[in-house]
């Protein structure tokens, strides 16, 4: 027992903390490994782009200054591309921050907060801490188009007037299905204006459905609606961590209320600007993701394993046995991938889609292990 834990706020006081995806070195310490494949973290195998790079190690020498504490750039940047107002965005340290944040503005003791069973492992967490309480909706069931993905009649039936908050995520992480253009956009008409809902769209940029939906092009219709996405995935950027949403002005008065001041660096801010301008890298990213997602699908369909259709930058699948024992028995071949007992799917295992030589050697791995 901590001796501290009864000063904490009750919904700190029982929060399980997230556990990242495994670093490169702690495997290299604990099993004196090298060569090490890591497929844990959905990162981009690209990497940032060169122009990127270039600017990071020309804005190093200027260190010793803040950064712009209202990112005015990239705001105005990112407000000409989605033709909204910079007043409409709130940037974050990545954006499980402006997710934080979010449920920081709006989450309080005896109020409520929807998403999804299999939702990313976060929002439960935020929730708790606010002293908040979780309504979590039964997924889709592993038979369906969309296996454990977002079941929306389920959500709605769990909305009341104590829900504040609703988050979805679209593609969902870990499961990598998605939400069509209509069923989205019905689901958020049919909320109450009093509830909050959170469309995060970490994955957006991967996605290559003709039916998928950009919900920032809603943001003018609903005003209780909150887009977010990342620099962290596509654009490579993970590191440095910025992301950011968009919603009406009344909304992101509040949430850049309480906002940190300096929340995103001075590198990252520059980083995500020169990213946003490289189409090609993007491009290449998409092209790579997409031709990694046939290849890791169709090799683990070989070995007779159920892999949940993505559009993410990663797959989802069903090993037949412990997840956890799997995932060990990786990382001793030194490939590291993210088991998924905490998010109640304890046969599963996600795996980053990586390089070519990466998945290949994942799946080699994988044939061993099995």
Request: charged content about 20%.
């Given at each position: ?32 490994l ?37 990112g ?16 409409q ?50 997924a ?16 709605y ?7 504040r ?18 069923s ?31 919900a ?48 995103t ?24 993701n ?81």
């Amino acid at each position: 027992m901590n001796e501290f834990q009864h000063l904490a706020v009750p919904g700190v006081q029982g929060l399980d903390p997230y556990q990242p995806g495994k670093p490169e070195s702690e495997l290299e310490r604990q099993l004196g490994l090298s060569n090490i494949v890591k497929l844990a973290s959905n990162e981009n195998p690209l990497g940032p782009s060169p122009e990127v790079i270039r600017q990071i190690q020309q804005r190093c020498t200027n260190l010793s200054r803040y950064p712009d504490g209202n990112g005015t750039e990239l705001k105005a940047e990112l407000a000409r591309r989605m033709a909204v107002q910079p007043s409409q965005i709130t940037l974050g340290n990545g954006s499980s921050d402006v997710l934080e944040i979010i449920a920081r503005t709006f989450l309080t003791t005896g109020s409520e907060a929807v998403f999804s069973e299999f939702a990313f492992a976060m929002y439960p967490i935020f929730v708790q801490a606010t002293g908040a309480t979780s309504r979590i909706a039964s997924a889709l069931e592993p038979s369906s188009e969309m296996p454990y993905g977002h079941d929306l009649e389920a959500m709605y039936s769990l909305v009341n007037d104590k829900t504040r908050v609703i988050f979805v995520a679209n593609p969902n992480n870990p499961t990598g299905t998605y939400l069509s253009t209509d069923s989205l956009s019905g689901f958020v008409a049919s909320l109450p204006e009093e509830a909050i809902c959170v469309v995060d769209e970490a994955y957006f940029e991967y996605v290559e459905k003709e039916d998928f939906p950009n919900a920032m092009e809603w943001v003018e219709r609903f005003p209780n609606l909150i887009v977010t996405r990342t620099f962290s995935k596509a654009f490579g950027l993970a590191g440095l961590r910025i992301g950011y949403g968009v919603s009406g002005v009344r909304v992101a008065d509040l949430l850049n209320r309480v906002r940190q001041p300096f929340n995103t660096n001075s590198l990252a801010l520059d980083a995500a600007l020169t990213a946003l301008a490289d189409e090609n890298h993007i491009q290449a990213s998409r092209k790579v993701n997409a031709e990694g997602l046939c290849f890791l699908a169709e090799g683990l369909t070989e070995m007779r394993l159920k892999v949940i259709p993505s559009v993410g930058n990663f797959v989802c699948v069903d090993v037949q046995r412990s997840g956890a024992e799997v995932f060990a028995d990786l990382l001793k071949q030194g490939v590291i991938v993210r088991p998924l007992s905490g998010y109640q799917m304890p046969n599963h295992i996600r795996v980053t889609v990586g390089a070519r030589r990466e998945n290949e050697r994942f799946l080699a791995e994988l044939r061993k292990v099995l």
